[in-house]
């Protein structure tokens, strides 16, 4: 028996382990790459050798490749990633002969600002903004040869980011590899669309790079132990306990060669005791064993980087270590010899691994990290611009908070300048919940800046009340500032739907807010909101008349957040002047900052234009909305925009794969429980007109249990209406006189007969069925004095058709006839194709039954519309009445399109593919604006996407655009 001694230190050498197990993922990568363009995704947990396997790659891949990585907590810092990697590789702005489209990069660089051009006219929308931007982009990458671009870790990507990458994938210009941790991709990540639909000729890989085996083990090991043999017994233990992640092998080895626990014996490698030795069973505990046998210096260095995560230079790590310049270059270089440091090209280190920087961050001691962070924020404040989102974090974690609270203010602020709703609704939260013990006068005002454009977390708005409550009861807080609280307390409730208290809170705030301020004029326009049944139509005109008085001396700027809920108010008491504030907001752009409030114009518009029955202008406002709140990241505001999409193609008839789109929607738990409520009722009545009665039944119960107990009118209404419908089909007399008549008296109570179009319709057919004509009449002539001379053409319509029952009743064939055609006009003009049939469905059947057989031809004509639509059961009960007057129905379907693109559909994909606006599309294509707008609406309802953006590169992945194009 032979043995190698070890050396004096009681180690034995050890070096980095070379590439092992991934010869064929390597290979897999190199020929997508080869075939550029390409989108490679490698995933793999953390440790597992995604860095490793890229480094492979890179070392062999030709022409320049632009690197960046998602760092492992939100910044704000919009397309960061891509930023970082695109910085470094234009040496020379200037000379890269870059189009005036290049002048939308200067807010990402500003230190480009003298190379690049001038700054380019604002946008017409977000969206826009948002894909000139991208174009840009891709135009600097293009402009420096680069072939591929690498972002690593983009499970930790922003919105912005992952929709650029998307981007560049549909412009097919140069090849992606990505890598990420797929237990950390969320299931609606547009991560996940990255493969699912690319352009003709894109080369596709996808590489999941697992455990390395017993053999692979072996071998890993031998590489950092001079290539010797190591034993079967020491290979498989090392597999069990390390699971195969070849980081956690390496740290082991390192771990196990430091604690002299390895003996060369009999030709190769072995422990020495099979007994006691024990490999750590976790990463961060051989991370932390072998940190703990560096010298104090080195110690003290990695801890500094640890605190500041991203790559630091040397001055840095001199400032945050505390430690001298010379022992930190030393310390450097022993760190970065045993590995788990990584310098790159411009001299700058970081950990080599996540687990690695989390393991020896949470090892030290809090007081010397504290330290440490001090020192870094100190450091970073001389720096110009000061990166405001680093020094919050580092005087935070420092315990300083006085000045914490003003860079994450700032960064606050900045986050929502770049359109980084989330980021900067966050570090709000952080905010408010600190200044609740600290800085009480602070909390309303902050919370002020809160938009909740993107927030869709229940517990998050629980966790906001509770802050505000508790700051109430606050000693010291100032009047003005207790009503700021007040104020920003009842604007939450409502947001979750506790209207009486929300109410409450508001009016009491009124008082003590000064006059002339944002605050006061917020208050009272949301007073004036008829959003809950105790607060009469009467009562909200009275809060309405003061808010143009309020607003008079504000600045444009914030007179914006006043008139977006002015507007509201005015649309849902049905006055007609709320369309003269609506056309006025609608020529609104904004700063960054007032983006969510352009957002909230467009969902607000669109939910009031579906209320009234101006259906085309709702889908125009809510297309538009999709647009903004995708590119802004508005969460909140998005799933309203999209249930109410849900909701539109409901009503106009766009029923091609909405039932499965409600149902998705409705389970989906991103969206706010409101959105998920709207979504089941679409599915429900859906499930109700095509005949599967047990589940409709099952699906309106559940939202109408849900929406009744608030008493909340607006959004009561339409699911009793739908669910009293289905049980009068049933035969369930009393239980649709019942529910229909909660609904009817939540409507009169209020006053908001502008609510009346689905539910008093549905009652007056009750009633008469029940035989009381007396209350149906009764309920149409109070309709009608609650409408009195608006023109509404939704709830118009349903007035007609009532008033067409009671003729029918009455027994009036002919007016009963001509009023049934009157409704049925009214409701085609709006469009609600699905009630226009059934309106001339009842036409024809008063017409059989006074024996006029023109009856026939138009009950055929709504069973064929019936039958395009999908509603199964009206097509079958108008087919049955056919039957019974001697007529076989058949015939019918879908359009000769179906869900295929029609050729001018193409077209217009084709260039909204190439960046066009619609404006451009119009001229080029000899077409009406509108009629573009058309196009792309159905396009995108045919490939199922929901924005510009997805559309494009939906189309070209589907293959639905030639290569060419």
Not at 934 to 942: C, E, L, Q, T
Request: charged share 25%.
């Amino acid at each position: 028996m032979t043995a190698r001694e070890p050396r004096d230190t009681g180690t034995v050498p050890v070096s980095r382990p070379r590439f092992v197990g991934r010869q064929r993922d390597l290979a897999t990568v190199r020929d997508a790459l080869a075939q550029s363009p390409a989108v490679v995704l490698i995933e793999g947990e953390a440790g597992i050798g995604k860095s490793r396997l890229l480094r492979e790659v890179l070392a062999t891949t030709p022409g320049p490749a632009l690197v960046g990585g998602c760092p492992p907590f939100r910044a704000p810092y919009t397309l960061g990633p891509v930023v970082d990697a695109v910085r470094p590789a234009a040496d020379d702005v200037a000379a890269l002969g870059l189009s005036s489209l290049a002048g939308a990069l200067r807010q990402l660089f500003p230190e480009w600002a003298e190379a690049l051009p001038p700054a380019l006219e604002p946008a017409e929308d977000a969206s826009a903004a948002r894909h000139r931007l991208f174009r840009a982009l891709v135009e600097v990458m293009q402009a420096v040869e680069a072939t591929v671009l690498v972002v690593e870790d983009v499970h930790w990507a922003d919105e912005a980011t992952l929709e650029f990458l998307l981007f560049l994938v549909s412009q097919a210009t140069m090849s992606l590899v990505v890598t990420y941790r797929p237990e950390e991709v969320a299931a609606d990540s547009l991560l996940r669309r990255m493969s699912s639909g690319l352009p003709v000729g894109t080369a596709r890989a996808r590489v999941s790079l697992a455990a390395l085996d017993v053999a692979q083990t072996a071998e890993l090991v031998s590489s950092m132990l001079s290539d010797e043999k190591v034993s079967d017994s020491f290979a498989e233990f090392v597999r069990e306990r390390t699971d195969g992640v070849p980081l956690a092998i390496e740290e082991s080895v390192r771990l196990m060669s430091e604690r002299a626990d390895l003996l060369y014996r009999d030709g190769h490698w072995v422990r020495q005791d099979l007994a006691d030795i024990a490999v750590p069973p976790t990463v961060r505990d051989a991370v932390l064993e072998r940190t703990a046998r560096f010298g104090p210096a080195t110690l003290t260095v990695l801890r500094a980087m640890a605190v500041l995560v991203d790559p630091a230079d040397e001055d840095l790590l001199v400032a945050v270590s505390g430690l001298a310049p010379d022992v930190v270059r030393a310390a450097l270089a022993e760190a970065l010899d045993a590995g788990l440091l990584d310098e790159d090209e411009r001299g700058a280190v970081s950990y080599r691994h996540f687990l690695a920087y989390r393991a020896v961050y949470e090892a030290a001691a809090v007081r010397e990290r504290r330290t440490m962070h001090l020192r870094a924020a100190r450091h970073l404040e001389r720096s110009t611009p000061q990166p405001v989102g680093r020094l919050a974090r580092h005087f935070g974690e420092a315990g300083e908070f006085g000045e914490w609270f003003g860079y994450a203010e700032r960064a606050a602020d900045a986050a929502h300048l770049a359109g980084d709703e989330s980021t900067g609704a966050a570090l709000l939260d952080s905010l408010i919940t600190h200044a609740t013990t600290a800085a009480p006068n602070e909390v309303g005002r902050l919370t002020y800046k809160l938009t909740f454009a993107s927030v869709t977390d229940e517990h998050r708005y629980n966790r906001l009340i509770a802050a505000l409550r508790s700051t109430l009861d606050s000693d010291g807080l100032e009047p003005v500032p207790r009503a700021e609280v007040r104020a920003q307390l009842g604007r939450l409730l409502l947001h979750r739907s506790h209207y009486a208290e929300g109410y409450a809170q508001l009016e009491r705030a009124v008082p003590e807010l000064p006059r002339g301020s944002i605050q006061l004029a917020m208050t009272v326009a949301l007073l004036s909101y008829p959003g809950w049944v105790d607060r009469t139509a009467r009562t909200c005109r009275r809060w309405l008349q003061q808010v143009p008085q309020l607003t008079a001396g504000l600045p444009a700027t914030e007179r914006l957040r006043v008139d977006v809920d002015l507007m509201t108010s005015l649309l849902a008491l049905g006055e007609q002047s709320g369309w003269e504030v609506a056309a006025e907001l609608s020529t609104a752009t904004g700063s960054a900052v007032d983006r969510p409030h352009v957002a909230r114009v467009e969902v607000n518009i669109g939910d009031l234009a579906l209320l009234w029955g101006r259906n085309v202008e709702a889908r125009q406002r809510l297309d538009r909305a999709l647009e903004l709140t995708a590119a802004g990241q508005y969460q909140r505001l998005r799933s309203i925009a999209r249930a109410n999409l849900l909701r539109l193609d409901w009503r106009t008839g766009n029923w091609l794969n909405l039932a499965a789109r409600a149902a998705a929607l409705a389970d989906d738990p991103e969206l706010s429980p409101g959105s998920r409520r709207e979504a089941a009722l679409v599915a429900g009545a859906l499930d109700a007109a095509g005949g599967d009665a047990e589940r409709a039944t099952r699906r309106l119960e559940l939202v109408v249990d849900q929406t009744l107990p608030p008493r909340t009118v607006g959004i009561a209404v339409d699911p009793v209406a739908e669910l009293a419908m289905l049980w009068l089909g049933q035969g369930r007399m009393a239980d649709a006189l019942r529910i229909g008549g909660e609904a009817v008296e939540l409507i009169a109570r209020s006053g908001l007969w502008i609510l009346a179009t689905a539910p008093v319709p549905v009652h007056v057919e009750a009633l008469l069925a029940a035989r009381r004509p007396d209350e149906a009449a009764a309920l149409v002539a109070d309709f009608a004095a609650g409408l009195g001379e608006r023109q509404i053409p939704a709830p118009r319509a349903a007035l007609l058709l009532c008033r067409a029952m009671l003729a029918e009743a009455r027994g009036a064939s002919g007016e009963a006839a001509a009023r049934y055609e009157q409704a049925a006009t009214a409701w085609a003009a709006q469009p609600r194709p699905y009630d226009a049939l059934l309106a001339t469905e009842r036409r024809a059947r008063v017409l059989l039954a006074a024996g006029d057989r023109a009856g026939v031809r138009l009950l055929d004509e709504a069973r064929r519309g019936f039958a395009r639509l999908g509603a199964t059961v009206a097509k079958e009960r108008a087919a049955a009445t056919l039957r019974e007057h001697g007529v076989a129905p058949h015939g019918g379907g879908r359009p000769s399109y179906g869900d295929e693109l029609s050729p001018r559909e193409r077209e217009v994909v084709r260039l909204v593919s190439a960046g066009r606006t619609n404006p451009e599309i119009a001229a080029e294509l000899v077409l009406s604006r509108q009629t573009v707008a058309s196009h792309i609406r159905s396009a995108m309802r045919k490939v199922q996407v929901d924005s510009r953006t997805a559309l494009a590169v939906r189309a070209v992945g589907l293959g639905l655009l030639d290569a060419d194009e």
